[in-house]
């Protein structure tokens, strides 16, 4: 299983960012998928994540209301729409994936994710 994050980069704080995650075509709709993210100095935090079924989603309390995490099973793709980005989202983003016997269930402990991408990096200017 391969996980392709993209779309990192520098946006001024209020700014939004689409992060995409390439996965492999072969287990795409067998997989829930979820994001993470470490600052410097942090540990890795869960951010989002959504089911195979794209039906159910969790979101972090800081993320609420701000990030979207969706699916496209046509396109084996999982984005992250950010948006009224803070200073405080500054991080390296990760894509993660495991298989889901359910299609309904949905992951926010990092040990639940067997794939992980190389990650994504996030300046959020003040």
């Known amino acids: 299983v391969q996980l392709q994050a993209s779309g990192g980069g520098l946006v001024q704080a209020g700014g939004s960012l689409r992060l995409s995650c390439d996965a492999s075509?072969?287990?795409?709709?067998?997989?829930?998928y979820g994001w993470f993210r470490q600052a410097p100095g942090k540990e890795r935090e869960f951010v989002a994540a959504i089911s195979r079924n794209g039906y159910n989603t969790r979101y972090a309390d800081s993320v609420k209301g701000r990030f979207t995490i969706s699916r496209d099973n046509a396109k084996n793709t999982v984005a992250l729409q950010m948006n009224s980005l803070k200073s405080e989202d500054t991080a390296v983003y990760y894509c993660s994936s495991n298989y889901a016997r359910r299609p309904e269930w949905v992951q926010v402990a990092s040990d639940g994710y067997q794939y992980w991408g190389q990650g994504t990096l996030v300046t959020v200017s003040s």
């Open positions: 075509r072969r287990t795409f709709n067998q997989h829930l």
